[in-house]
Nanobody, 121 residues
Framework: QVRLVESGGGIVQTGGSLRLSCAAS????????MGWYRQTPGQQRELVAA???????NYADSAKGRFTISRDNAKNTVYLDMNSLKPEDTAVYYC???????????????WGQGTQVTVSS
């Protein structure tokens, strides 16, 4: 089994910063894409940022210019550096990862438990 553990959430004021971390552990050959999603009450989960193992990144328009995703492949860890935070960034943030096995059919997708980010005005 694969486990994704997020950390770094908390309460900050508008304009503040947070760094979220997600570490993957368990049985897998490697990790292709790792990403961050967020969800607010009554809303669907949405992509915030994602990064491939080779370094290609993708950001939601709302995150571009303020958030930075990065990876430490040796530690199977992905980070989300969030700056200039706004109240609308308030959500539960979830880590997501695509793990790899010997063949394509062994690829699997996992979610972390989520970490709360609250931005106060």
């Amino acid at each position: 089994q694969v486990r994704l553990v997020e950390s770094g959430g908390g309460i900050v004021q508008t304009g503040g910063s947070l760094r979220l971390s997600c570490a993957a552990s368990g049985s897998f050959f490697g990790i292709d894409t790792m990403g961050w999603y967020r969800q607010t009450p009554g809303q669907q989960r949405e992509l915030v940022a994602a990064a491939t193992r080779s370094g290609t990144t993708n950001y939601a328009d709302s995150a571009k210019g303020r958030f930075t995703i990065s990876r430490d492949n040796a530690k199977n860890t992905v980070y989300l550096d969030m700056n200039s935070l706004k109240p609308e960034d308030t959500a539960v943030y979830y880590c997501n990862a695509d793990t790899l096995g010997p063949f394509l059919r062994d690829a699997k997708n996992y979610w972390g438990q989520g970490t709360q980010v609250t931005v106060s005005s």
